[in-house]
């Protein structure tokens, strides 16, 4: 089955400690998004990534932090830095050659 | 001034009704436009891809004005179905794409 894939799908997190995100796609897609969903809000860029190994910054990259070791894989960490961290967290994927994106199922991520 | 904007609704209609959403965009630069639909805790899912000259896909039909920096998804015969929140979502100049906060559909029988 090609898609994208992330987990956990439900993670609780007490203050103070970092927690790391998963997704996974195989899709082959170049390019690879991290967005962050709030109730009334809409989708907000934390960082995206076009290659493996580089990645750059989006509008709310603060207590937020990325790798990209693999083209398949696009985990984000978030920090005890992050001030309010409890949100729906979506991970997204485009091939260079289109311009649609696609969405994994995402993660809600609860601080307690 | 926001980069997408959406009047967020909700709009309820009776089934079979015909319903249209509009949405602006500020940077006159954009490159591509689409609509999406969310369902309540799911992810985004795209619907259709916006294009120049207008395009339809069954029921549904997207507009582009790029003078007056709107595009529109018109949804024909609504179905119980369609009752989702649509996302307007425009790609930039560079990689980075911008959400509206969505626009809040009810079909009700």
């Known amino acids: 089955d090609g898609g994208i894939t992330q987990s956990p799908k439900y993670l609780f997190r007490k203050e103070g400690q970092n927690v790391t995100l998963s997704c996974e796609q195989n899709?082959?897609?170049?390019?690879m998004y991290w967005y962050r969903q709030d109730p009334g809000q809409g989708l907000r860029l934390i960082y995206y990534s076009q290659i493996v190994n580089d990645f750059q910054k989006g509008d709310i990259a603060e207590g937020y932090s990325v790798s990209r070791e693999k083209k398949e894989s696009f985990p984000l960490t978030v920090t005890s830095a992050q001030k309010n961290p409890t949100a729906f967290y979506l991970c997204?994927?485009?091939?260079?050659?289109?311009?649609?994106?696609?969405f994994g199922p995402g993660t809600r991520l609860t601080v307690l | 001034r926001k980069e997408v904007e959406q009047d967020p609704g909700p709009f309820n209609v009776p089934e079979g009704a015909t319903v249209a959403f509009n949405c602006t965009y500020s940077?006159?630069?954009?490159?591509?436009f689409f609509w999406y639909r969310q369902d309540c805790r799911k992810e985004p899912k795209l619907l259709m891809s916006v294009y120049s000259s207008g395009n339809e896909d069954g029921r549904f039909t997207a507009q582009l004005n790029r003078a007056s920096q709107y595009i529109s998804l018109l949804i024909r015969d609504s179905k119980l179905s369609d009752s989702a929140t649509y996302l307007c979502?425009?790609?930039?100049?560079?990689?980075?794409?911008?959400f509206g906060t969505g626009t809040s559909l009810t079909v009700i029988p």
């Open positions: 940077n006159s630069a954009s490159q591509s």
């Open positions: 979502v425009v790609r930039g100049t560079g990689n980075q794409f911008y």
């Open positions: 997204a994927s485009r091939s260079n050659s289109y311009n649609e994106q696609f």
């Open positions: 899709l082959n897609h170049d390019a």
